[in-house]
């Protein structure tokens, strides 16, 4: 078992990842040292060096973006005016205040500053300390595997034009592992391609993905008023590029405190996320458990709807018993989403139990605390 400095990289992700790395670079190099050897002319070098700093780099940048973190909210974190307070979220798990832009990560169980995403391939969040590296990563990637498609394919051209060959024929082998790397280089451009337009949407706009889905409910809640949300932290972007594509990949600023526009405060993305959350929990619906839910990802026992119909997510699926209440949020023809009530009786509970749940589990409470919304839950 991985530990130390091990643990971070003992993983799916990031081992998938080095592997393709690892057969990108090595059959690029092979192919090119036999299809256009280096010291055959200074193109040919340039080339060859062109594409090892591409692979270097993505290296590079790859672990840094693993091990430089996201940046993390220090456990029990408050604002330094406690009057402020009333305008931030708390946090149940690390027992604090959730800062601007920052938001909690089920998966690394900590608090992340100006969270982007939980990416897989890095088994890390990318925020605000690595998210310059984690661009440089993606844009090295991509650089990287054209070069080696072009290579690849110049390569397999040159040995089925069935013409006279300056090295020694390939072996089937050879054949298939380079026909096989062609490929991955394809679906790494196109993939990771896509992620990396994202990512500079992302940061030329100053809005991470989340950000994004705030500002969209934002104007929603507006629609028909004539009242416009302002996204705070866009201030042009040259500006905004400038503070995460630095030389160094050091981005500015601490993590906690951000310029805003003019007619902005610290607290204005803040509070448009509290009033979404008290919209959202005017709407929800209490149900009462009345069959048992196991909490399975593949719930075979609820029937073949509820298998086939699984929602499009990597949320949790909960465990609930008879007679837990469970306050729902979202609702799915099949599905539900919710928080599980402290039925125990304490004042409060240790650990927020949200996630989704087959709809035949659960039973509406009409007339509870909560009103039933006018609006179709299918």
Not at 66 to 89: F, H, N, R, V
């Amino acid at each position: 078992m991985c530990t130390g400095p091990f643990k971070r990289i003992c993983h799916w992700g990031p081992l998938t990842a080095l592997g393709l790395v690892k057969i990108i670079t090595l059959m690029t190099i092979h192919c090119s040292r036999q299809w256009w050897p280096p010291e055959e002319s200074i193109y040919a070098t340039i080339y060859f060096l062109c594409f090892f700093i591409l692979s270097g780099s993505t290296l590079y940048h790859f672990i840094s973006s693993i091990y430089e973190g996201p940046g993390y909210l220090p456990y029990q974190w408050k604002p330094a005016q406690i009057s402020d307070t009333q305008y931030l979220q708390s946090c149940t798990t690390c027992l604090g205040y959730k800062a601007p832009r920052s938001h909690h990560c089920r998966k690394c169980n900590r608090c992340i500053m100006k969270m982007d995403h939980h990416c897989p391939w890095i088994n890390n969040c990318v925020g605000h300390f690595n998210h310059g590296h984690f661009t440089a990563f993606l844009m090295s990637a991509v650089g990287g595997c054209c070069m080696s498609t072009f290579t690849l394919i110049s390569w397999l051209t040159s040995v089925l034009s069935l013409k006279m060959l300056p090295f020694s024929p390939p072996s089937v082998i050879i054949l298939i592992l380079v026909v096989f790397t062609i490929g991955l280089s394809i679906g790494v451009v196109l993939a990771v391609g896509m992620l990396l337009y994202f990512q500079l949407r992302a940061i030329f706009r100053n809005r991470t993905g989340i950000e994004d889905w705030i500002n969209e409910k934002a104007e929603y809640r507006r629609y028909g008023t004539g009242e416009k949300f302002r996204h705070p932290y866009s201030r042009g972007w040259l500006v905004d590029t400038r503070d995460v594509l630095t030389w160094n990949c050091i981005p500015k600023g601490d993590g906690i405190t951000w310029p805003v526009i003019e007619g902005c405060d610290q607290y204005t993305l803040t509070r448009e996320q509290l009033a979404q959350k008290q919209e959202k929990r005017k709407r929800a619906l209490r149900y009462r458990v009345a069959s048992a839910a196991s909490g399975s990802w593949v719930p075979i026992s609820y029937g073949c709807a509820v298998l086939c119909h699984p929602p499009c997510t990597d949320e949790p699926r909960i465990k609930l018993n008879i007679n837990d209440t469970v306050l729902v949020t979202r609702w799915r023809k099949y599905w539900l989403f919710g928080e599980k009530e402290n039925n125990e009786g304490g004042d409060t509970q240790p650990e927020r139990v949200r996630g989704w749940f087959p709809r035949a589990c659960g039973v509406e409470l009409i007339g509870g605390q909560y009103p039933q919304p006018s609006i179709k839950r299918d």
